[in-house]
């Protein structure tokens, strides 16, 4: 089924005063939303098979293999215990570079605790292979856990990008809600990005692998829920971030930096009143290279590596939009910079859980009302 969206929906509100571009509406920008699959339970993440079928983790718990004809399988077997709760399941999934030879992925997911941590839960990675017939996960292995397992239903964060150089795995972990302070020190993974080798040991260059006391898996801090993450064409690591009532962030994450999540942040306390010192610059902290006030609800995050939507979007950054449910593209310039301001151009499509390039160059949106849709923008 196609819907095509009127022109106020789907039509880029241009930048052309602020940056002094052609006005983008004359490229072919995407004009049309397919739904390729209806019917998935609060999807969550999506990953492309070879041969045109989708890979779509359902926050409950269902890993599921979705034809490229829309049909929704049964769940895949052989995953670990799952604790759906909250803004807590089974999360991100993403596939190795090599998974056409090795068949090798990573996801993601909330796990509960046990023994002295019981009633508790943290973010945990796995490891696995899919069956040669996909029908489940086999040689299944939880590699990293978020320390320590806290009480709560809030800010796993749980996105996965695997490095340039397919060796090793970026993570992105909130600050459980409650631990927001404690995403200021090195003794925890509250509110932190890990890098780890694919074995689960921390990368051995990771910035704080030598210093007293801080976990080695940590690669960045400060931070406070990431829901979005990818590779710019350099290897260069981004991610977005929910900010408390205003402040979402997009970040520029380098090794070793610190986000400022609470010292520092554009948004406020939830009905009101300043967080913290209610300052939003201090030294030795990094300033967002975006941040959004009032608040969208960023998740999803994808780069436009093709020619698909023209040369004008080419290079774009898309981020999904849960409270305003949209999309909204970002250009940068070539330091890295915003040039004018995010854009929409997709307005009421569903609460955007995931966006990412297809190998066909194209645009897919999770949408996750009921039901929960997998959506293609077309030119």
């Not at 890993?63 to 999360?91: D, H, M, N």
């Not at 990675?125 to 806290?150: C, S």
């Amino acid at each position: 089924m196609t819907l095509k969206l009127s022109p106020a929906c789907c039509l880029l509100i241009c930048a052309a005063a602020l940056s002094g571009t052609p006005a983008l509406a004359q490229t072919p920008a995407p004009r049309h939303v397919e739904t390729v699959a209806s019917g998935l339970e609060r999807p969550w993440a999506l990953a492309f098979l070879p041969g045109g079928d989708f890979l779509v983790s359902e926050k409950p718990g269902a890993l599921r293999v979705v034809s490229a004809q829309g049909r929704i399988g049964a769940p895949l077997t052989g995953l670990p215990a799952i604790e759906f709760a909250g803004q807590g399941g089974l999360l991100d999934v993403v596939l190795d570079r090599d998974f056409e030879r090795s068949r090798a992925l990573s996801f993601c997911f909330t796990e509960a605790g046990a023994g002295a941590d019981k009633g508790r839960n943290g973010t945990a990675l796995a490891r696995a292979t899919l069956k040669a017939d996909r029908t489940g996960l086999e040689q299944v292995q939880i590699i990293f856990r978020q320390a320590p397992k806290m009480e709560g239903r809030h800010h796993f964060g749980c996105r996965i990008v695997e490095s340039a150089d397919g060796q090793s795995l970026f993570l992105t972990l909130g600050e459980r809600f409650t631990g927001m302070q404690r995403a200021q020190t090195l003794d925890n993974h509250l509110g932190k990005v890990v890098r780890v080798l694919k074995d689960g040991r921390p990368h051995p260059d990771n910035p704080f692998v030598k210093t007293a006391g801080a976990l080695p898996e940590i690669y960045s801090l400060g931070h406070r829920h990431p829901q979005g993450a990818l590779l710019d064409a350099t290897g260069q690591l981004w991610i977005h971030e929910h900010g408390p009532q205003g402040g979402d962030e997009i970040n520029r994450v380098l090794p070793g930096r610190n986000y400022g999540w609470p010292l520092i942040t554009y948004g406020e306390n939830y009905g009101g009143g300043k967080i913290g010192a209610g300052i939003t610059h201090k030294d030795g902290l990094e300033q967002p290279v975006w941040q959004w006030t009032p608040s969208i609800a960023p998740s999803g995050f994808a780069r436009i590596s093709s020619s698909a939507y023209g040369a004008d979007w080419q290079g774009s950054y898309v981020v999904g939009a849960l409270k305003f449910r949209q999309l909204q593209r970002v250009s940068l310039d070539a330091e890295g910079r915003i040039v004018g301001k995010p854009q929409v151009f997709a307005q009421d499509i569903g609460r955007v859980r995931d966006v990412r390039e297809g190998p066909d160059g194209l645009l897919y949106v999770l949408t996750e009302d009921e039901p929960g849709r997998l959506l293609r923008l077309k030119p």
